[in-house]
């Protein structure tokens, strides 16, 4: 049974930091791209960003660059996003997504975020 669970979101002041985990389970989580996105109320889904089977590569939205950072541990299965400078545009349900050329993606159900003082 493929599993992504997301974890660490809540509610955080702005300038203030996160970290998101999703844990993977059920399918080969080295071989697949990994990605976070995120919802805001009312908005379209948005790619944040991405990282490589191995990590050697990351991509970064505009609104996030220089205060998100993706990484990634394959023996836990593991991806993260650290999230710093949180600013309340920030506010969204953030979605961890596994992305393969060949087999089939998988979501997981999402972690709310909330940036307010």
């Known amino acids: 049974q493929v599993q992504l669970v997301e974890s660490g979101g809540g509610l955080v002041q702005p300038g203030g930091s996160l970290r998101l985990s999703c844990v993977a389970s059920g399918f080969i989580f080295s071989t697949y791209t990994m990605n976070w996105h995120r919802q805001a109320p009312g908005k379209e889904r948005e790619l944040v960003a991405t990282?490589?089977?191995?990590?050697?590569?990351?991509r970064y939205a505009d609104s996030v660059k220089g205060r998100f950072t993706i990484s990634r541990d394959n023996a836990k299965t593991t991806v993260y996003l650290q999230m710093n400078s949180l600013k309340p545009e920030d506010t969204a349900v953030y979605y961890c997504h596994a992305q393969h050329l060949q087999w089939p993606d998988y979501w997981g159900q999402g972690t709310p975020v909330t940036v307010s003082s």
């Open positions: 990282i490589t089977t191995t990590g050697a590569n990351t």
